[in-house]
């Protein structure tokens, strides 16, 4: 299980929110990654979700992306912790 801290004001660049204007959350790279990629080396699979990380400008560990990975390429489930940062509004 990974675990990730995330100011509610970007929360859309991890989790889909059809209200947002974000072009490609990490959940979906992830959920495509996971069907494209399973079986398939969980080395090869890592600097895909390295660069979707960065894109979505999240900061997962090496750590959790290769545990990500290993999910991915073993069809295993992975589970995410998230926390949600920042002020609430108003």
């Known amino acids: 299980?990974?675990?990730i801290s995330v100011?509610?004001?970007h929360l859309d660049h991890l989790l889909?929110?059809?209200?947002?204007?974000y072009d490609i959350p990490?959940?979906?790279?992830?959920?495509?990654?996971?069907a494209s990629h399973r079986g398939r080396?969980?080395?090869t699979i890592v600097p895909l979700l390295r660069a979707a990380a960065e894109r979505a400008l999240l900061g997962f560990t090496p750590a959790d992306l290769a545990d990500?990975?290993?999910a991915i390429s073993s069809g295993a489930p992975y589970e995410l912790r998230i926390r949600v940062t920042g002020r609430q509004p108003g």
Do not use: K, V, W
């Not at 889909?16 to 204007?21: E, G, I, K, R």
């Open 41 to 43: 080396p969980a080395a």
């Open 1 to 3: 299980m990974g675990e």
């Open 26 to 34: 990490y959940q979906q790279a992830f959920a495509e990654l996971a």
């Open 16 to 21: 889909a929110d059809p209200s947002s204007a």
């Open 7 to 9: 100011d509610r004001r």
């Open 68 to 70: 990500q990975a290993e």
